[in-house]
């Protein structure tokens, strides 16, 4: 992400280059997801509407005002994957040199995202799930193979260079090992991200609602997951009925994500059904928050319009923008609230850190 800011340093040398930076990443996963649309045939206006979606997600929105890796992370991610499908289709060099230097980037960004490979190799499975296609398809996968290969090389090139440095790899196993017991917080997370923070479940729930009641497997699931995530939320001592069943809806909503994709032999939303848990091998991790999900948010924006065009046109248009102004309200009311606690910080450093210091003392804080 350092590499990122230097342009920004560069050009402004204050917090306007990054917010413009993360603009332009924003702007590149628009303009990816759409194209993937578009690839996937989904016809207008729903294709470009995805990129809508996209944008209108609270936690996609509200990371976009910040200079974490997270909005980059899924620029690239989603950018390698659109090139990816791109290289699958005209078999250029030049598209599959790109995808993999796009996801390997996308890795060093946020590790998790070696999960692409796999999911594109589903992505192009086609209508059969046997595992004849991935062997006779290594060639088309070859991209996505080589990414990781070029994060290590660029982590290689770009390691600190002092003794005790260490590395991203070592950061992450040493706060994962030490936090074993988030796991079950972590777990109940995901699910409850993708209904409130994300802008999926709901819209998907309103959508297949009928479907998914009349599942068994689904609904044994969310009950599952509610009693599983009450019995976390007791332990940890922060139960909460309203959670546990949001976090049922988010467990029903996702299996019926990937159920009716396996029912229905198809590989594009059983792909993007994986891509939405892309955050699972962040789970031993010391947490596992919204901004974790925001590389999943193109599959999420895809997989609604691949729904919408099969229902009602009212219905569809009513559920897109309800979707959109609510998550466009939540997005911009985080944003807001994390305006005030920066300003904050501002003053704390303005009022009584600057003057000690031109004082001439030494001014100790504790933050990361």
């Not at 470009?48 to 976009?64: D, E, K, Q, R, Y």
């Not at 606690?341 to 030494?362: K, M």
């Amino acid at each position: 992400m350092a590499w990122l800011l230097v342009p920004a340093v560069l050009v402004a040398n204050n917090e306007l280059g990054a917010h413009l930076m993360q603009l332009v990443m924003l702007w590149i996963a628009v303009f990816s997801t759409i194209s993937i649309a578009r690839a996937f045939e989904i016809k207008e206006p729903w294709s470009t509407l995805s990129g809508v979606i996209l944008v209108a997600m609270p936690t996609v929105l509200a990371m976009a005002g910040t200079a974490m890796p997270d909005v980059p992370a899924m620029a690239f991610g989603v950018a390698g994957i659109e090139r990816f499908i791109s290289w699958n289709q005209t078999r250029k060099f030049s598209q599959a040199t790109l995808s993999a230097t796009l996801v390997g980037i996308g890795i060093l960004l946020r590790p998790h995202l070696i999960v692409l490979v796999v999911i594109g190799a589903v992505l192009i499975n086609g209508p059969s799930f046997s595992l004849s296609p991935f062997r006779n398809r290594l060639k088309a996968l070859t991209p996505l193979i080589l990414a990781p290969v070029i994060s290590f090389v660029i982590a290689l090139i770009t390691k600190d260079p002092a003794p005790d440095s260490g590395s991203i790899s070592s950061s992450a196993l040493k706060y994962s090992f030490n936090s074993v017991s988030n796991i079950g917080s972590n777990v109940i997370a995901l699910p409850i991200h993708w209904v409130l923070a994300m802008a999926f479940g709901l819209p998907w729930l309103a959508l297949r609602w009928q479907r998914i009641l009349w599942d068994r497997l689904s609904l044994l699931l969310a009950l599952l997951g509610t009693f599983t995530t009450a019995i976390v939320l007791a332990a940890m001592q922060k139960f909460s009925i309203t959670l546990s069943i949001v976090s049922g809806i988010g467990v029903a909503v996702l299996c019926d994500v990937l159920s009716d994709a396996w029912k229905r032999r198809d590989s594009t939303q059983l792909g993007l059904g994986l891509w939405l848990l892309i955050a699972l091998p962040t789970v031993p991790y010391c947490h596992l928050p919204a901004k974790y999900l925001v590389v999943s948010a193109p599959a999420a924006a895809l997989l609604l319009v691949r729904e919408m065009v099969q229902v009602e046109l009212k219905k569809a248009w009513f559920i897109l923008c309800t979707t959109v102004v609510v998550g466009i309200g939540l997005g911009i009311a985080i944003l807001r609230a994390d305006e005030t606690f920066t300003r904050i910080g501002r003053r704390a450093a303005i009022e009584l850190v600057a003057p000690n210091v031109a004082s001439g003392q030494h001014v100790w804080y504790i933050g990361h």
